[in-house]
């Protein structure tokens, strides 16, 4: 089974350090302070998609500031990467260990990844992954589906994990098995409408699901 993962939310607790950046970078743009609770809601869209939402009153200009600006600021953030959610390293570990195809798929650039990834060492865990940046920004499914044909598998021998309506979304428009996390950043009422498999309040039972469903399959 193809396992795929989205970052933000469902596997490193980074919302609070992209909530800031966003707040930061819009007043470089001069462009009114969101609360947290709004800028949480676009968290897994790629970021001009995220801007255009957050500021549709803005000018490309502004826009293109906020870009400039989120993306310093995130990298000075992201000196120290935020953590994993507990349980996250186990879990991949007993995935790879039973012989899952391990992907991420986020809104995150590609050098923002690949930077993450370094820092914490975890390079080796995943097989595959697609950014917002190299493909088209959730919820459209072309990442999913641009995986699956990577991996030469069928939408009904995968998953996608995710903590947001675009994850589930993507999932839910070709077919795609999802899984929904709790803890992340958008609310499980909201989750529910894409029909997830299941709702999980804790990575082990992600991944007890996963492993349940090989075992079937």
Known sequence: ????????????????????????????????????????????????EAISTLYPEGNQSQWNIMREMYSS????????????FEGVVEGLDKLKGEGFT????????RRGLDRVLGRL??????????CADETRSKPHPLMLEELLEEFDRA???????GDTSFD?????????????V????????????????????HFTEVVDWIIGKGAKA
């Open 1 to 48: 089974m193809l396992c795929i993962f989205d970052w933000d939310g469902t596997l490193s607790n980074s919302a609070d350090k992209i909530v800031s950046c966003m707040q930061l970078a819009a007043d470089d743009a001069k462009l009114p302070e969101l609360p947290g609770s709004e800028v949480q809601k676009i968290i897994g869209l790629g970021l001009p």
């Open 102 to 109: 391990l992907a991420v798929a986020t809104g995150k650039s």
């Open 73 to 84: 600021h995130y990298v000075k953030a992201d000196q120290i990467p935020a953590p994993l």
């Open 121 to 130: 060492g975890m390079e080796e865990y995943f097989h595959g992954s697609r």
């Open 155 to 161: 939408a009904g021998d995968a998953v996608m994990v």
């Open 182 to 201: 709790s803890y992340g950043v958008h609310e499980t009422d909201v989750l529910h409408q894409h029909g997830p498999d299941l709702m999980a309040d």
């Open 168 to 180: 589930l979304a993507m999932a839910e428009a070709i077919d795609m098995p999802r899984i929904g």
